[in-house]
């Protein structure tokens, strides 16, 4: 490992300056939009390398942004003229299959969490896309194929490992700073870096089945709402989901489980009318958790907002049908394990929602870029009114009246009053940002 110094700071780990091999590769993130260029990239394979470069920032007076996937719609992680913790050489995933416990480390990408536990048939609720940040999706509070089985990604962590803005490094769980591991579990990137998380797994075999109906636009108000009727029964190995776009609305449901069982369930969606297509796919868990990587690749830009709904009449399923074409209007259930547990138990909010809603737009073309967005926003407006909330890792470019919507002020009193103790200098603030009231 070489050691770099800059004005008396020892930085270790792999130090990337402008100009650099392998600087503009690791600048890049998962929005094509964001095209940032900090002073230094420090890709971090141990916990001293990241206490190391974050004494280096705080000691030069840089902005601090974290990389795990680089998943973020606005591209946090990417700090212009400031310094990048890229922690996605710190990605070890470690499983006992006899204790049903995975540690992983910071910089891990969903799907190595995901290969590693099925090799054992085990899973933890992880996303939909595979090359997400574990870290990231976690802090966030993390929706998944399992989560209406065995809750939320955060409402499997056991304990978590992190470096504090003064460099120190903690653990928090039940046991140990337990207001810590309640404000980590859904309260986002705010209160320092984690470099490890301990997850429960659950033994959830290795088969899934897909299930997509496809309608045109002009008949699909009264399919969406006996879809919507039908989620209201369904078995929690069903996550039903729906997506509106192009002028076709594709309903049905994932289920993580036996196949056989998903197909007999799939006979409930001949209620829904005959669709002009439609797809019954049996594939692995790991096949399920990668099939969109392509579809959410790095080559786009993009642009989205997202509202909760604790409930869909009939106006919200009009509004939601009169979206621009060209943006992707997603709903996936909630319910199940994840309303379950006890609101106050974690930092993520909104357990009460019935459906999580995304418009997404993108695109290939910068000159595009304002229409894109335009084009998302309308159509977001039409939901709004119907609205109970925002998920945090959906939030994109709302401020403050976005972290509104993510938190009741009782949580967000409790998450500023977290802020206070542990970052009152508001060293992490490129996030969602709960700001300290010093």
Same mark, same amino acid.
């Given at each position: 490992m070489t050691t770099t110094t800059l004005s008396g700071e020892d930085?270790?780990?792999?130090?990337l300056l402008p100009g650099y091999p392998g600087y503009d590769d690791a600048r890049r993130v998962w929005n094509a939009m964001v095209d940032r260029r900090p002073r230094m990239i420090v890709r971090c394979a141990s916990v001293d390398d990241v206490r190391a470069a974050l004494r280096a920032a705080r000691e030069h007076d840089l902005e601090v942004g974290v990389r795990c996937g680089g998943h973020s719609v606005l591209g946090l992680s990417v700090p212009d003229g400031g310094v990048m913790i890229?922690?996605?050489?710190?990605a070890a995933v470690r499983v006992d299959?006899?204790?049903?416990?995975?540690?992983v480390q910071g910089g891990a990408l969903l799907g190595a969490l995901d290969v590693a536990a099925q090799e054992h048939g085990l899973?933890?609720?992880a996303g939909n896309v595979s090359h997400t940040g574990v870290g990231g999706l976690t802090l966030g509070g993390g929706m998944g194929w399992l989560a209406r089985q065995h809750g939320l990604t955060c409402d499997n962590v056991v304990s978590l490992e992190m470096v504090t803005a003064d460099g120190e490094v903690v653990r928090a769980a039940e046991d140990q700073n337990p207001e810590l591991y309640w404000g980590l579990r859904g309260g986002g990137g705010n209160f320092g870096i984690v470099t490890e998380f301990e997850f429960r797994l659950h033994p959830v075999g290795t088969r899934a089945l897909s299930v997509e109906l496809d309608f045109p636009v002009d008949r699909a108000a009264g399919v969406l709402a006996r879809w919507r009727d039908l989620n209201a029964t369904a078995p929690r190995q069903a996550t039903f989901a729906a997506t509106v776009l192009d002028g076709a609305v594709t309903v049905g449901f994932v289920w993580v489980g036996d196949p056989e069982a998903g197909r007999r369930h799939a006979r409930e969606l001949q209620r829904l009318g005959r669709p002009a297509s439609e797809r019954i796919a049996e594939l692995s868990y790991?096949? !399920?958790?990668?099939?969109?990587?392509?579809?959410?690749?790095?080559a786009l830009r993009r642009y989205w907002k997202g509202h909760y709904f604790r409930e869909l009449p009939g106006a919200a399923l009009d509004a939601l049908l009169d979206h621009h074409p060209a943006v992707a209007a997603s709903l996936q259930a909630y319910g199940g394990a994840i309303a379950e547990v006890p609101d106050d138990a974690t930092a993520f909010s909104h357990r009460d929602a019935a459906f999580e809603y995304v418009a997404a737009a993108r695109w290939t073309d910068p000159a595009e870029d304002a229409d894109r967005m335009a084009q998302a926003r309308r159509s977001a407006a039409r939901l709004a009114p119907f609205a109970s909330g925002a998920y945090v890792n959906a939030l994109t470019d709302e401020g403050a009246a976005g972290v509104t919507r993510a938190y009741p002020?009782?949580? !967000?009193?409790r998450l500023t009053a977290l802020k206070d103790a542990w970052d009152p200098g508001n060293v992490f603030h490129l996030n969602h940002n709960i700001p300290p009231t010093t």
């Open positions: 930085v270790t780990g792999q130090l890229d922690l996605t050489p710190l299959p006899e204790r049903r416990r995975a540690w899973a933890t609720t790991v096949e !399920l958790q990668r099939r969109e990587d392509s579809v959410e690749g790095h002020p009782a949580k !967000l009193a």
